[in-house]
Structure formats: C-alpha cells, structure tokens
C-alpha cells in the first residue's frame, strides 16, 4: 500500500514539473526593436554632379564610354572618384592620341576623341582604376611616407574579387594621387566625394619585369639581377619579385652606361693592384666592357664582381621596409613616386639590404621641386667609387622618373650606388 501510495505522489510530482516547463516554455519571447530601414541619400550621385558641371564635361563622357554611369549614380553605395577636369581631360586625350588632339584643343575635340576613338576597355580601366570603394575626403588622406593605398575597382585575379590594383593619395602641402598633383578636392555628390586630380591617373598595365625587358637602356641591370639569382628559387629571386603582380616595389635602376663605369673601374683597379701595369689593367678594363651584359656572365671575371657583391648591389637598389616578420623582417614592400621624396637632404629610405645589415642608413634621396611638380631626383649611396670617399658623397641622378608598372614603380638612374 504504502509503495502505491509512493508512486502516486511520484507520479504527480512528476506532472507538476512538466506544467511548469510547459509554461516557462509558452514565455512570451523578449521583443527586440526592429532593424531600421537604410535611408539612402537623395541629389546627383557622383556621374550626374560631373555631368552637370561644364568643366568637367569629358570626365563624364569618359565615365559615360566607360558604362559605369549608372554605377557611380547608385545611391545604395558610396564612392571616391580621383576625376580630372577639361584641362586635364585635354592633356590625357594629346597624350593618348599620339598629338592628333592638340594642347589647347576645344571641348567638343576632345569629347569627339573619348566617344570615337578611345577604346571602351580603355575608358573603363580608367574611371575603375580611379574609383575607391568608399568615401575618403582629404581629410582622411594618409600624411605618412610613402603614399598609402587604396583599393581600385580593379580585380587583379579573377578567382580571388578582394585582390585588387590600389591607388596611391597622399596628403601634404601638397597632396597628389600616384605623382599627379591633387588641385581640388571634396567636391561633394550625394553618394560620394570627388578628387580632381592634375591630370589623368591611369592604371599600370604591365609588371616591372615586363616593363624594364623593354627597356634598351638596362641591358646592364638585367644581366646583373639574372647574376644576382644564382642559385635562388621563388621570390627570394629579384626576377620572380619583379614579376609578382601584387606586391608594391621601388626599384632604382642603373642605366648601361652607369654600368660600364663601374665593370671598367673594378676591374682597372684589380688588375692594377696585381701587376702594377697602367697598360694591363687599360686593356682588361676594356675586354670587360666590350663584353657587354654578358660580362656577368663570363667567370674569367668572376673574381672582379663575385655573385655575392652583385646580389649586394642589386638588393641596394631595392628600397624596403621594416615588417613584423622573424625570417625576413626588410621587405621591398613600399612603392616610392618622386613626389613622396623630401626636398630636404638628409632624407634616408632603407633597401633590402638592411635585411641582412639592419643598422645599414639606406640610400638618401632629395628630390627638386618647382610648384608642386618633381622636376630632378637624386640618390646618394653609402659607399663611393672609387672606394673610400665620404658616405653620400656618391650621388646618381634620376634620368627617368616615376616608371609606373602594376606591382611598383622604377626610377633609371645614371650610377650604380654602392652599400659600401
């Protein structure tokens, strides 16, 4: 009796819990406020506010070729377009027509270029390669050394969309996009802002291997990088890094000539100091000069300029930067135009070859500027030729300046700096 007493009261304690769970259960749910609808900008997006101002008409035809009109008036996104006005818009059109638009031209000239003649994949490269996913006034420009990217609407490999070209701002007293002097910014759009820039900053379309091949003038500096790889595999070879199309790289780049001064005065001397002939060490100089790039591939010269003292020059020409890595901590990793170099001396940028000797000063840079225009570069190099002068007493100058390609930039420079 008293077992089935027990189970009885069991049995109801058991069907008390489950009314109670039941009705924790049925608890009205917490109410939580609702998501608010994005209330999205009303006025002319960024295509419409250049349309509707006559002094930059071409933009907006450009625009207009390009078939991105109805993206950059889309309200449900924001942008910052680097735009160009009808004086820059007639500057890229001379340029790019080969002189068949002249400087000064007509507004309607120019126009009748974009819309006949400047290919559509063209005009889209340009107006994507100038547009930033998001709103950035000047205010929010970068300061800092060098010019800080930002992302393109350029999609660098196909199967990976966040991979895209950048494009380089930078604010100061004067502020730029890559090395186009910035001469207005902020002019506002209701989805976005607009930077005008000097003239058209158009995208890069070819690796710095791809461009320096094509250089006639760096047959020198080809062999000495090939000289320089001895032995390397991947990216630890500078062949490889200047075909990596998403890096950002600044290559110095000795001419030939630069080149042929510097084989000529190695060898003269070593030949000197080993058989006391002026005549001798004439003639050797000359036989390795006559060689041409295939000097560094010739091992009766091989004791002049061992691969190690190649890889050394070479990697001195490279400018790089501190990183957080324990295995490579200097990496070519910062892409230098002219306009990011002080007009200050004593202004120092450190090379690859700072990995391997970290206190190493670098290579000193000055540039010159009239108005905001960079118009002569100079590098200066720690070590000297002949060995032994004062540090930074050997200076080259930048015969070329500014050679834009999508993975960095090259300046051709008139000697070949030494790291001691």
Request: aromatic share 10%; proline share 7%.
């Amino acid at each position: 009796m008293k077992t089935m007493i027990y189970k009885f009261r069991t049995f109801h304690l058991v069907i008390l819990a489950g009314l109670v769970l039941t009705t924790s259960c049925n608890k009205d749910l917490e109410q939580l406020a609702p998501i608010a609808k994005p209330v999205y900008p009303t006025g002319n997006g960024i295509a419409a506010t250049l349309a509707a101002n006559a002094n930059y008409s071409n933009y907006a035809a450009l625009i207009a070729r390009a078939g991105m009109t109805a993206l950059l008036n889309d309200s449900t996104k924001s942008y910052t377009v680097f735009a160009t006005d009808n004086n820059g818009m007639n500057l890229f059109a001379t340029a790019a027509s080969g002189g068949l638009v002249p400087y000064p031209a007509p507004v309607a000239t120019v126009l009748g270029f974009i819309n006949a003649s400047l290919p559509v994949a063209s005009a889209a490269g340009i107006v994507q390669y100038n547009t930033v996913g998001t709103k950035f006034p000047a205010a929010t420009i970068g300061t800092a050394f060098p010019n800080y990217p930002l992302t393109t609407q350029i999609i660098l490999d196909p199967t990976q969309p966040f991979v895209r070209m950048p494009i380089f701002p930078v604010r100061g007293t004067n502020s730029y996009v890559n090395n186009l002097p910035l001469i207005a910014t902020d002019m506002a759009a209701a989805n976005g802002i607009i930077h005008t820039a000097y003239s058209v900053a158009a995208p890069p379309s070819a690796t710095l291997k791809t461009m320096i091949a094509g250089e006639a003038s760096l047959s020198y500096f080809r062999a000495a990088v090939a000289r320089a790889d001895s032995g390397a595999v991947g990216l630890s070879k500078f062949d490889s890094l200047m075909n990596y199309g998403v890096t950002n790289m600044t290559i110095l780049a000795p001419n030939d000539a630069a080149f042929q001064t510097l084989i000529f005065g190695l060898v003269y001397s070593q030949v000197l100091a080993a058989t006391g002939s002026t005549a001798i060490a004439t003639a050797q100089a000359n036989a390795a000069v006559a060689l041409g790039p295939s000097f560094f591939s010739t091992p009766a010269f091989y004791g002049a300029v061992p691969a190690a003292t190649v890889k050394g020059i070479v990697a001195y020409h490279l400018f790089a930067s501190l990183t957080t890595s324990t295995t490579t901590p200097y990496q070519p990793n910062i892409r230098v135009f002219s306009n990011n170099i002080s007009a200050n001396p004593g202004f120092f940028i450190k090379t690859l070859v700072n990995g391997s000797i970290a206190a190493h000063p670098g290579v000193m840079a000055q540039a010159t500027y009239t108005g905001p225009a960079v118009t002569a570069l100079k590098f200066s190099s720690y070590g000297t030729f002949p060995p032994g002068g004062a540090p930074f007493s050997y200076t080259a100058n930048a015969l070329t300046m500014d050679k834009h390609a999508v993975n960095g930039v090259y300046h051709i420079i008139d000697k070949v700096l030494l790291p001691q």
